[in-house]
């Protein structure tokens, strides 16, 4: 069995067990935390801390892996990431590279690259991309093992489309796999598709992620027949599309077959600062948005609504094991 990288090095892709493909650690501005966190709301050591106890009670569930899309934009840092995972070691990390961004690219990049000032080769975020996959994530030695960017509300942005594009062109390098954010609302799976399988991208190793915001069983299936994954990803975030919906979808999608192109999670986080810095705010305004509402919750009302053991490993284990199989 191949090999796939986490934080703590390769792990054999049959030990990764059952995996949650789409948690982050934790969602941060580096400017915001740097500015306005320390000294009042940030304190590393309690964060940090938080994170263990948390991600062990996931760990404790029987969750073996999560693959943390957290990239540039999103606030990754490995070394933090690293002091978490020697605390709870019974959990793989899978670490990602990419961008996200819902419109431009960041001033990095804006005078660099294709179409700018400083138009030389190739873009430069390529290079990034492919540094952190085969080399290693800035002097950690830890390497990411799979690609992120995203399609949100606004669409196809030209920043966009160059983040597109270079991700595509580091899965061409490097054979990574991919895990795109979209906007259900606007079928931004169809876009991703489209765009991805022009440039090239092995579609099979493409989560579509947040396709499970959708209950539409058309769309959903149009993007399954790609070869592209659905990311399930987001129960708890009732908000958005409550768990019973979520539940059903996957239960009218497994009935139709598509047991193979489904993976599940969801999109939480130990400490996200979109909501400001009180901590009690993400329970108390979505109090499923937690790592333990899957197996609490979800995978008794799957069963409920017909879904068998076999399909559960499959969206688990098999399915994530294949995507991180090069
Ligand atoms: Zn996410």
Redesign the pocket.
């Given at each position: 069995m191949p090999a796939v990288e986490t934080v703590r090095g390769p792990v054999e892709a049959g030990e990764l067990g059952r995996t949650f493909m789409?948690e982050?650690v934790f969602v941060l501005g580096t400017e915001n935390v740097q500015n306005y966190g320390a000294g009042d709301w940030w304190d590393e050591d309690e964060k940090v801390a938080d994170a263990v106890a948390k991600l062990r009670e996931l760990a404790d569930r029987g969750i073996r892996t999560i693959a943390d899309?957290t990239v540039w934009g999103l606030g990754r840092y490995i070394p933090r990431i690293q002091r978490i995972n020697e605390q709870v070691p019974e959990l793989n990390i899978i670490a990602a590279t990419g961008l996200y961004t819902y419109n431009d690219v960041p001033f990095q990049f804006h005078h660099r690259g294709p179409g700018t000032m400083l138009d030389a080769g190739p873009d430069p975020m390529i290079a990034d991309f492919v540094r952190d996959l085969t080399e290693g994530i800035g002097g950690t030695g830890v390497k990411a093992a799979f690609l992120k960017c995203a399609v949100d509300a606004p669409g196809l942005t030209p920043g966009v489309e160059r983040v597109l594009r270079a991700v595509a062109g580091a899965h061409r390098e490097t054979g990574a796999p991919l895990t795109v954010?979209t906007e259900s609302s606007i079928h931004a799976g169809r876009t991703v598709v489209d765009l991805l399988g022009k440039e090239g991208v092995d579609l099979t190793k493409v989560v579509i992620?947040h396709a499970g915001d959708s209950n539409d069983l058309d769309y959903l299936a149009e993007l399954a027949d790609s070869g592209a994954i659905l990311g399930m990803d987001r129960f708890g975030l009732d908000i958005i599309n409550p768990t019973e919906n979520r539940v059903a979808t996957i239960a009218a999608l497994c009935e139709r077959g598509y047991a193979d192109r489904i993976v599940l999670s969801h999109?939480a986080s130990c400490f996200i600062d979109w909501f400001g810095p009180d901590p009690a705010t993400v329970p108390a305004m979505q109090p499923n948005w937690h790592y333990r509402h899957i197996t609490d919750d979800v995978l008794p009302a799957l069963r409920a609504a017909g879904v068998g053991d076999a399909q559960i490993d499959q969206m688990l284990v098999a399915n994530p094991r294949r995507y991180f199989t090069r």
């Open positions: 789409h982050h899309p954010h992620g999109d």
